[in-house]
């Protein structure tokens, strides 16, 4: 199976920037693409970002132009770079590694962003 761990949430004012950093370990072989996902309280996990291997990459619309997804050159790791963060940032990000009989997710970062 593949382990994700996931670094760099927390606490940032409005118009803030916070990094995040996301590691595979284990079968990273069998993944095709990763993401970052959100749930914030009451709503339902949508999708933030995934970037494949073949470095496809999509964005929800909310995000766009503010938010960056990348991928470590070893593939392994994925970032998500959020910069002029709002209040509605506010969740539970969740690392995703998706693949061949794989779907495995990180234990989540909560970022909060205040007014």
């Known amino acids: 199976q593949v382990q994700l761990v996931e670094s760099g949430g927390g606490l940032v004012q409005a118009g803030g920037s916070l990094r995040l950093s996301c590691t595979a370990s284990?079968?990273?072989?069998?993944?095709?693409?990763m993401g970052w996902y959100r749930q914030a309280p009451g709503k339902q996990r949508e999708l933030v970002a995934s970037?494949?291997?073949?470095?496809?990459?999509r964005y929800e619309d909310s995000v766009k132009g503010r938010f960056t997804i990348s991928r470590g050159n070893a593939k392994n790791t994925v970032y998500l770079q959020m910069n002029n963060l709002t209040p509605e940032d506010t969740a539970v990000y969740y690392c995703?590694?998706?693949?061949?009989?794989?779907?495995?997710w990180g234990q989540g970062l909560l970022v909060t962003v205040s007014s």
């Open positions: 970037i494949t291997n073949g470095g496809s990459i």
């Open positions: 995703n590694a998706g693949g061949f009989a794989l779907d495995a």
């Open positions: 284990g079968v990273i072989f069998r993944i095709n693409a």
